[in-house]
């Protein structure tokens, strides 16, 4: 097996360094969980079903971190979640919170999320807290049947001292649209990868990302949307903010395979940066092995516009009060997909707090 995390599905030069994961993003030491893993005892909404076991239709789908974050989740996992949404639109969503602290130092979770034909389900994930040498992996497998809507929400707001990993696979069915809004705020280290297979005709996916990277902070990310069914759409959108001496990586990968005819694909990155020691590095690929597509990718990075902190400040904004609202804005795509007002403003407040804002 092989070990390396966040692979570029095709290497570039070696010393760009985007290649795969660096060094510090590397799996914690754990030992295998032996006893059977914890079910998933919360409130479930009223059209889900809880599963005993994961079906094997969403047991093969790979996830997009690669098959060691897999392999690590299935041996250590110490929570499961493997639910099944029948026929028709869940009203409320899914929530699952997994905390950090000094007496459970590390969280392990497994989701599996079986979709009927015609059904819409909201999943929302919270990682939350801290513990020296803190970890928390989870990973998530996506069946979404025909006509069927599966918006994941994962918001993290670890506390400096640990690490996360967290991974994503789907499998999309004609007609069928999955949709990830990610937020990721803290953590010493935080990789996530998604790896979406876009199936059927017409099937859709769209990936909102907002991240905010500070002190040693280290984001790396990979997302990967394979196109092979016809007239299938995929729009990934990234936002952040990098301070200090942070540092990030994004590899894009649009993969249109041969037969995904009319196939669309686009991902575009925003970044801003806070401080010139601050380090970003984004990898945008797309491959081809179909004619009839359309592919676009674009990455912008740059500082406080001057003209747009003049025009706030001239309305009577404080200056660090304009720029705190420049960054908010980043995050706003993200921020209006969440349905908990109260992790809304959690957000918010994390933001403000490391902006230096009372």
Known sequence: MNNAINRL?????SWTGV?????????????????????YTGELPEGVKLLSALP???????GGMGE?????????????????????????????????????????????????????????????????HGAAADLT???AEPGAVVRLIQVQLLEADSRSWSAVGARVAEGARVEVVRAVLGGGVAACGTRIQLEGRAAEYNLDTAYFGDGEQSLDFNDLVIHTGKDTHSELRTAGVLGDRSRKILRGTID???????AVGHENETVLLLSPTAR????????????????????????????????LCSRGLPPAQAKHLMVEARFAPVLD??????????ILENIGRRLGQP
């Open 141 to 143: 497998q996506i069946d």
């Open 280 to 311: 970003n590095r984004t990898a945008p690929l797309i491959l081809c092995g179909e004619e009839l597509v359309e592919g676009q990718h674009a990455a912008t990075v740059g500082r406080f516009e001057e003209k747009q902190l003049y025009y």
């Open 9 to 13: 599905p095709v290497p570039t030069w």
């Open 337 to 346: 997909q969440i349905p908990d007002e109260a992790l809304h403003s959690e």
């Open 68 to 132: 060691a974050v897999d392999r690590f989740v299935l041996d250590h996992a110490d929570t499961v979640c493997y639910v099944r949404a029948q026929d028709g639109k869940i009203a409320s969503p899914l929530t699952l919170t997994r905390t950090l602290s000094p007496e459970q130092s590390a969280a392990v979770t497994h989701w599996g999320i079986s979709a009927g034909a015609g059904s819409a389900l909201t999943v929302v994930q919270v990682l939350r807290g801290g513990a020296d």
């Open 56 to 62: 094997e239709a969403v047991a093969s789908i790979p």
């Open 256 to 262: 249109f395979r041969q037969g995904a005819v009319r």
């Open 19 to 39: 290649n795969q994961a660096e060094d510090s993003a590397a799996l914690p030491e754990l030992a295998v969980r032996k006893l059977s893993p914890m079910s």
